[in-house]
């Protein structure tokens, strides 16, 4: 992968992060005030609220420049809610490495961006989540059309052993927050 | 020690402690995970093959290499719009593909396409009977509700090598489409939850959407058990994995359930966790790398749009029949499903419910069983004695199906008709089917010839031989004058010994009273 294709695929996964996200922080302000914060990320619904997604151009969250035009309160909320338990939560689950503040900010940056569709009255609205929705699914005829390139398969794989790639011994987890080498711990 | 509503009591092993020990009522769902009967896989072209050379089966898509995408396939549709019509679905005519995330070595990936938010089919039924008390005399019928049937990506395979420490991943079998079959917990014990999978295989090989062999992997089963008091709320759940036959299906369940119970009577908890069945010995044991509660994070599939099924009223005109998969036009082909086969067998020929049960269930024994009572007089009625004692019996002890039987459906029905004809008697039958059994390639009447095992026609033989047993056999025929009846049977059993079981037992019985009387 290219070095532009490569920021260009962690900025997509940032971004469906901060879906994730949102769909956390929805739940938290309908949850009222006093449960935002402790929102836990695990009781997030998989459902992403009545909200029509405006897609999004693979843009870095820097660029983005101008007001936020949210009230404080949700300002506020929104600092709560990208807490460090979130961040090594997220960390553990996506493999991702925040690596320093300026990380972090960018996801802040994501998250407060995306808030700003909150603006708009979405009531009653099917959700979008794909600009494909009006397109026709294609169905594939049940031929055998591909396969048997075991050896090119394989030249991408650093060890291999008799035609099988070679994994570690199952997972291995990320190691808890005091044990790892990373920024977060000093937040 | 746990209430079971189709054995209809509290199986306590200790009636007189019941006051001590209040009753446990256990939860079993399931999620069944059958491999879809087609040429290739869900979203790639790559073929599917069990027991190919590793990674040979495997295209850039199923590989998860960059710039690929997935293209749905088809039969796989079909397979599963025929499977939830079969158990009572309603088939969503817009359903979704979702990405599920998680990190293993076989998924290539990181993510899984599955349907998680609208998936193809919703709120089925499945009904199943099976015996209460071990006798097949009483059979009961139960039903499990489905919540849902989805089409999702399959992985690849993962062989540990603990010796070198590593893990080497095959991927021949990702991207295979798989239906998981969601069923809520209606079932209480091992052996419904066998019972249910077991109707489940049935259908799905009548339909051909799968072969559902548990043995290839083709049919998986999780089973999600947990025990609570009646009228309390239900307990924690384990989830059970890594069980590979329908017997141990049921011991897998049952132990869980016993193992919950003891636990909890010991004062401790049911933790939330995913066990293994251990085959060896008989028990469920914790699954390593699980690492607390799995958060998926589950998004909408971006690659693919809604998948569309249409129905008769709603399909659109001038379109490419290609593109189209009408839920109507599969609902019309769908072939008679193992119940109505049963009912159709029992009113056809007469037989029991719980003889039809056999035949159905075991492969090939149905056919076998309408052959020959298409090629006999004998009543179908005599014939299932036959096929389910005899026949069923010596194909279990050999570990054959019907199909590979030594003795084929013309042969028996040949014998069949010796036997219904009167000319030999039901012991010479035995006989004649045990020599038949060697395979040695002779007919009925050619055994029955070599051991001259036909009946004597010729009454007056049969007379002098009874004469004689009466003359031999002083005390008993005494015996029977004096009003003891039932000793005409061991005159009868002493005459067939010396016809060499060629005299019909009723005739002897007549000639012998006839004699007796004078």
């Known amino acids: 992968m290219t070095p532009r294709n490569r920021f260009r695929w962690r900025v997509m996964r940032v971004l469906a992060l901060c879906r994730w996200l949102r769909g956390g922080t929805v739940r938290a302000l309908r949850l009222g005030a006093a449960a935002a914060s402790s929102a836990p990320p695990s009781q997030v619904r998989q459902r992403l609220g009545p909200c029509r997604a405006v897609p999004c151009r693979a843009v870095p969250c820097h660029a983005i420049r101008g007001g936020n035009g949210l009230s404080s309160p949700v300002c506020a909320l929104l600092q709560d809610s990208v807490t460090v338990e979130v961040l090594d939560h997220l960390e553990r689950l996506a493999l991702v490495d925040f690596r320093d503040a300026e990380g972090v900010e960018r996801l802040r940056e994501a998250v407060r961006f995306a808030e700003r569709l909150r603006e708009v009255n979405t009531e009653g609205i099917e959700p979008l989540d794909s600009v494909l929705e009006d397109r026709c699914l294609y169905l594939r005829e049940d031929d055998v059309t591909e396969g048997n390139c075991t050896a090119e398969l394989l030249k991408n794989a650093r060890e291999k052993v008799e035609e099988y790639f070679v994994a570690p011994p199952g997972n291995i987890p990320l190691p808890e927050l005091e044990e790892r080498d990373t920024f977060l711990k000093g937040s | ?518």
């Open chain 2, 1 to 518: 020690m746990f209430s079971c509503q189709h054995s209809g009591f509290l199986c306590t092993t200790d009636h007189l402690n019941k006051v001590i020990l209040a009753p446990w009522v256990p939860v079993v769902g399931l999620e069944i995970h059958a491999q879809i009967t087609s040429n290739s896989k869900l979203f790639s072209g790559s073929q599917v093959q069990f027991a190919a050379p590793p990674n040979s089966l495997v295209s850039f898509f199923d590989a998860s290499l960059p710039g690929t995408l997935p293209v749905l396939n088809r039969r796989c549709v079909e397979a599963a719009v025929m499977t939830g019509l079969a158990l009572n679905c309603t088939i969503n005519k817009k359903s979704l593909f979702d990405r599920k995330h998680y990190f293993y070595a076989d998924l290539p990936a990181g993510y899984q396409i599955t349907q998680q938010r609208v998936p193809i089919a919703v709120n089925g039924s499945l009904s199943y009977s099976l015996c209460i008390d071990n006798k097949m005399s009483q059979m009961v019928t139960k039903t499990v509700r489905i919540k849902q049937i989805q089409l999702e990506q399959d992985s690849g395979k993962s062989l540990h090598d603990d010796a070198r420490s590593q893990t080497l991943v095959d991927l021949n079998r990702a991207g295979v489409g798989l239906m998981e079959v969601v069923m809520e917990p209606d079932m209480c014990c091992g052996e419904e939850a066998a019972a249910a999978v077991r109707e489940l295989q049935l259908i799905l090989q009548t339909l051909g959407s799968s072969q559902a062999i548990m043995a290839e992997g083709q049919l998986r089963v999780d089973a999600n058990v947990s025990v609570h008091h009646p009228g309390e709320p239900y307990g924690v759940r384990t989830e059970v994995k890594n069980i590979n036959s329908i017997r141990f299906l049921t011991k897998a369940v049952d132990y869980e359930i016993q193992r919950q119970i003891k636990e909890l009577e010991n004062g401790g908890t049911v933790v939330n966790e995913t066990r293994a069945f251990d085959s060896k010995l008989g028990c469920t044991v914790p699954m390593r790398d699980k690492e607390g509660k799995q958060d998926y994070r589950f998004m909408p599939e971006p690659n693919l749009p809604p998948l569309i099924l249409y129905d008769a009223k709603s399909l659109p005109a001038n379109v490419n029949h290609q593109q189209v998969v009408n839920i109507d036009w599969i609902h019309e082909r769908l072939p008679d499903l193992p119940s109505v086969k049963r009912a159709k067998l029992v009113e056809l020929y007469g037989i029991l419910p719980e003889h039809s049960f056999t035949l159905v269930n075991e492969d090939g024994l149905m056919e076998f069983f309408e052959d020959v009572v298409k090629r006999t007089q004998m009543k179908p009625k005599k014939v299932i004695g036959w096929i389910l004692s005899d026949l069923l019996s010596h194909l279990k002890q050999h570990s054959l199906t019907a199909n590979e039987s030594p003795i084929s459906s013309f042969l028996l029905a040949d014998l069949l008709n010796l036997l219904e004809n009167g000319d030999i008697s039901s012991s010479a039958a035995k006989q004649v089917f045990e020599e038949l059994w060697k395979g040695e390639g002779k007919t009925p009447l050619e055994i029955v010839k070599e051991k001259q095992l036909e009946l004597i026609q010729d009454q007056e033989e049969l007379e002098q031989i009874c004469q004689a047993v009466i003359d031999e056999r002083e005390k008993e025929v005494m015996a029977i004058k004096e009003g003891n009846k039932k000793v005409i049977n061991k005159l009868i059993g002493l005459v067939r010994k010396a016809t060499r079981g060629r005299a019909n037992p009723l005739l002897v019985k007549q000639i012998l009273e006839k004699k007796l009387s004078e």
